[in-house]
T-cell receptor, first 112, second 114 residues
Framework: QKEVEQDPGPLSVPEGAIVSLNCTYS??????FMWYRQYSRKGPELLMY????GNKEDGRFTAQVDKSSKYISLFIRDSQPSDSATYLC????????????FGRGTSLIVHP | NAGVTQTPKFQVLKTGQSMTLQCAQD?????MYWYRQDPGMGLRLIYY???????DKGEVPNGYNVSRLNKREFSLRLESAAPSQTSVYFC?????????????FGPGTRLTVL
């Protein structure tokens, strides 16, 4: 079992939908959680990061951490075709652990 | 502010040839990384450098060498390329020494080994 599991998709939704992207993990020591977006043929770009539990919001994006369930989510409100990309989660035991563990990514397609 | 830059963007090699992938960052980060990304396999860490003067193996180091030239630059060398090394290679940097694990990635190098 990989430390971080992520459904590869593809997840296909209509424009305007609320999207939920999820990762589960097995290491209860993880406290630092990150989400990256990767467009086709580009490098991953950092979207959001959170430390420990709770929610963090940035525009249309909300990152949520449920440490009791070892489950993190990224919600995208009012999804746009420009949100079509692969979304990778990553996590580490603490800030400064140097090597985060990445999920394999979920492919999202938002169709007009 | 260019962030992380990589050269070349594309490369085709024949089996047995050598090449060096170059990476530079202008964010004053101490830590730098080399990953490969293959379909269905996600990002796999090849080597990393926690700080200038140090390098360590990652998950898949065989067939690769690295050099941390200075704080800004971190190169990846394939001494004798093999078809199994056909992949997309990403360099990244992070301010891990400041307690932050966010990584900032370059645009990637697409390598094909025939």
């Amino acid at each position: 079992q990989k430390e971080v599991e992520q459904d590869p998709g593809p997840l296909s939704v209509p424009e305007g939908a609320i999207v939920s992207l999820n990762c589960t993990y097995s290491n209860s020591a993880f406290q630092y959680f990150m989400w990256y977006r990767q467009y086709s043929r580009k490098g991953p770009e950092l979207l959001m990061y959170t430390y420990s539990s709770g929610n963090k919001e940035d525009g249309r994006f909300t990152a949520q951490v449920d440490k009791s369930s070892k489950y993190i989510s990224l919600f995208i409100r009012d999804s746009q075709p420009s949100d079509s990309a692969t979304y990778l989660c990553a996590m580490s035991v603490s800030g400064g652990s140097y090597i985060p563990t990445f999920g394999r990514g979920t492919s999202l397609i938002v169709h007009p | 502010n260019a962030g992380v830059t990589q050269t070349p963007k594309f490369q085709v090699l024949k089996t047995g040839q050598s090449m060096t992938l170059q990476c530079a960052q202008d964010m004053n980060h101490n830590s730098m990384y080399w990953y490969r990304q293959d379909p269905g396999m996600g990002l796999r860490l090849i080597y990393y450098s926690a700080s200038e003067g140090t390098t360590d193996k990652g998950e898949v180091p065989n067939g690769y060498n690295v050099s941390r030239l200075n704080k800004r630059e971190f190169s990846l060398r394939l001494e004798s390329a093999a078809p199994s090394q056909t992949s997309v290679y990403f360099c990244a940097s992070s301010p891990a020494d400041q307690g932050r694990d966010e990584q900032f990635f370059g645009p990637g190098t697409r390598l094909t080994v025939l």
